[in-house]
């Protein structure tokens, strides 16, 4: 090979280290889950309103917080509820869900939410794939192994830039995770990608 031709190998090879490097890189891994009124006890007086006024129900105020907290929530009939407008430090924010549409939730874009496949973000493009390092081999709650890849489904208004939030469905699958991995999952390295995410079925 000549002079000139390991050149410009050298030249491409160092180019796709660059870019690499650049779509890689560290950040907190937090979780989130679909709020169940069944988890929470204490007086039901706060009354959880649409946007418009209209009451869809009376819970507690744990209850009520988690549900403005995780964006998605079940009530003890079976409704699942969404944000829907700004809170602004209130309750009357959210909308009745189509639970055969959106059975684990709306994410920002008015698109289903994907249990152990979808993410938040603020500063990555909706639909981007993310192989998670960390993430790859990663038992879940119903034994299926997680191949490392999810999807950018959604947004969150507390994150970072530094920062993705994982859907992971129910809050006692995120007890397991967390119990089993522990600090391995704090901090995750993600790089931008072209991956299939798994299909797991969600147990």
């Known amino acids: 090979m000549s002079t000139a031709s390991k050149l ?17 890189r560290r950040v907190d891994l937090t979780y989130y889950w679909i709020s169940e009124e069944s988890d929470f006890s204490g007086p039901q007086d706060i009354e959880i309103q649409t946007c418009s006024g209209e009451t869809l129900a009376t819970v507690s105020h744990e209850f009520a917080e988690a549900a403005r907290m995780e964006g998605t929530a079940i009530l003890n009939n079976g409704d699942v509820i969404n944000l829907q407008c700004s809170c602004d430090g209130g309750y009357s924010c959210f909308s009745y869900l189509n639970k055969t549409l959106y059975p684990y939730g709306l994410g920002a874009w008015d698109n289903a939410l994907v249990p152990f496949v979808s993410v938040a973000a603020n500063n990555i493009p909706r639909g981007t794939t993310l192989m ?5 081999g990663v038992q879940l709650p119903d034994g299926q192994i997680h191949n490392g890849c999810v999807r950018v489904d959604d947004q969150g208004w507390g994150l970072s830039n530094h920062q993705i939030d994982f859907m992971v469905g129910l809050e006692k699958y995120y007890v397991e ?27």
């Open 177 to 203: 995770i967390d119990n089993q991995y522990g600090n391995r999952l704090n901090v995750v390295d993600i790089t931008r990608t072209s991956c299939t995410p798994g299909v797991y079925a969600f147990p």
């Open 132 to 136: 998670v390092k960390q993430l790859k």
């Open 8 to 24: 410009f190998m050298f030249t491409l090879l160092a180019l796709a280290c660059f870019q690499s490097l650049a779509l890689a």
